[in-house]
RNA sequence: GUGGUUGUAGCUCAGUUGGUUAGAGCGUCGGUUUGUGGUACCGAAAGUCGUGGGUUCGAGCCCCAUCUUCCACCCCA
């Protein structure tokens, strides 16, 4: 049998093991540097704390883990007969694989009210699943790092999580990512304006295909959808949303001036664009997306979402944004929160495509110790026991086989320095330390073979 | 979930209109070289041609199914 391993799943060698742990620290040790602490949730949830959280699509993208025992007996005779898959789900499983952290949040938050200071600031690096067809930069099984606050409404935190991603990704070299934002409640006035609350999911998707397809087909679309010219022609200056973000901004508030909701919505957009402009972005841009249109199940004001920077052929390398009532749906009411997450496997991809990993190196020793034989190798042993103590990363090779053999291992290790250990050398109680870049080599004592490698 | 695409040695890939025993480079292992590596030269191992059916005297090549890869939808990190 050929072993393979399930479709959308990956191995990580030990250089792609230590990018990503690269990645990973750099995002961790940002996330602390804001005030954030770390939590982990389960792999698997009860499949009624993620079902109906993510919308239709959502649902058929969870991973179900099977009932145990005998679940086809103890299933609904008529559902199983009438092969309903969508009811005999609820019935054979009743647990399943994580899609996403920020559902799983909101539900440590409600269980553990009692025990969270508020406002909370968490993050959280874990995997998670997705039952998706794979593509490039979409896995299966691919991690997540995000970071949330919950129990504040304060228009600081989004401001904040701009400033977080800049500041990852500008340590990260990855320079030009454009963060994008928007307003849930832009996209709500500007339903209301046209008249089309009801069609707010129909307008938004055709409006995020603008650039894709051009003005003419979005408008076919919309029609298509029910909205009416009329509708369309109020909402003209959307289309043509390429001045500043000041610009795009005085454009929303007069088209939003007769809602409330989509007026709101355009000064909390300023208010963050304006704390982020005066106070200054290191190496990201910020621009104003109106048709930006993710997560829409549940955010509810800010909505976020970073793309590489040009030319690199790649989806979202993160997203988020504010929910206010994410909590609520497990019985905890008024807990505003808000977040954002990195997509760490596509954060890879695209510094592996920019050529910005080469300064990472694979876990190694700084020594490695030949091996001639039973008698010499207790011999390194010991030493090897000292340099340890000291934390000298040092290893003995484990067989007394060919020296070009040995050599060999620590040069596809890059390992720096060899110790040469024979009869003679035990005999003077020396070690013969060899400099594997340049070939020099001296004979040593203990003392100052530790004080040559420290 | 819809439509398309890909699969030949550990890796990257050749392989003619269907025709005897499927090749190369890199890597691996061994040797030249039993205490001195990277270089060089010599040699070896390694493939049920993704898998299962079918057509044919004959299939790596044609047909069907399935898995995998990548792409476009959809959606997203």
Same mark, same amino acid.
């Given at each position: 049998m050929k072993p393979s391993i399930p479709k959308g799943t990956r191995d990580f060698s030990p250089t792609e093991v230590a990018n990503r742990t690269y990645i990973m620290n750099t995002i961790k040790k940002a996330f602390e540097t804001f005030g954030f602490q770390p939590i982990e949730t389960p792999?698997?949830?009860? !499949?009624s704390t993620l079902m109906g959280k993510y919308g239709e699509e959502g649902d058929r993208l969870i991973f179900k883990i099977l009932n145990s025992g005998d679940y086809l007996a103890k299933a609904d005779e008529n559902v199983l007969t009438a092969k309903n898959s969508l009811k005999l789900t609820s019935q054979i499983s009743e647990k399943a694989l994580k899609y996403d952290l920020t559902v799983p949040f909101a539900r440590y938050v409600v269980q553990h009210q009692n025990e969270i200071t508020f406002p909370f600031k968490r993050y959280q690096v874990q995997p998670v699943w997705r039952a998706d067809r794979p593509q490039k930069g979409r896995f299966r099984e691919f991690y997540q790092c995000d970071a949330d606050v919950v129990g504040s409404k304060s228009l600081w935190q989004e401001v904040e999580f701009i400033q977080l991603y800049d500041k990852v990704f500008s340590q990260l070299g990855l320079l030009k990512t454009s963060i994008k934002i928007n307003n849930r409640k832009i996209l709500s006035g500007i339903a209301e304006v046209i008249g089309a609350q009801d069609k707010l999911i129909d307008f938004t998707v055709a409006l995020d295909k603008l650039d894709k397809i051009g003005k003419e087909k979005v408008e076919i679309e919309m029609l298509a959808k029910g909205i009416s010219e009329e509708a369309i022609k109020k909402v003209q200056p959307l289309f043509s949303f390429d001045g500043s973000n000041e610009e795009n901004l005085d454009a929303l508030a007069s088209m939003l001036q007769s809602s409330e909701e989509g007026t709101k919505g355009v000064e909390e957009l300023r208010f963050v664009i304006n704390s982020v402009t005066e106070l200054g972005l290191k190496s990201a841009r910020l621009e104003v997306d109106v048709t930006l249109a993710r &997560?829409?199940?549940?955010?509810?004001g800010a909505i976020f979402e970073v793309s590489a =920077?040009? &030319?690199?052929?790649? &989806?979202?390398?993160g997203g988020g944004g504010r929910y206010d009532d994410l909590t609520g749906i497990f019985g905890l009411k008024d807990v505003s929160g808000v977040g954002i997450s990195f997509g760490l496997d596509r954060i890879y991809l695209v510094l592996e495509e920019l050529g910005l990993f080469k300064s990472v190196d694979n876990p190694k020793p700084k020594v490695l110790f030949i091996n001639f034989g039973k008698e010499e190798a207790l011999y390194c042993m010991k030493a090897i026991a000292h340099l340890r103590a000291k934390d000298i990363k040092s290893e003995l090779f =484990?067989? !007394? !086989?060919k020296m070009k053999k040995q050599m060999n291992y620590a040069n596809k290790r890059k390992i720096e320095f060899v110790v040469l250990v024979g009869s003679q050398e035990i005999e003077n109680n020396q070690f013969t330390l060899k400099n594997m870049i340049s070939g020099e080599q001296y004979s040593l004592n203990i003392n100052e073979l530790i004080a040559s490698l420290n």
């Open positions: 792999s698997f949830e009860n !499949a &997560g829409l199940n549940y955010y509810t =920077p040009k &030319g690199v052929k790649m &989806g979202s390398i =484990p067989d !007394a !086989a």
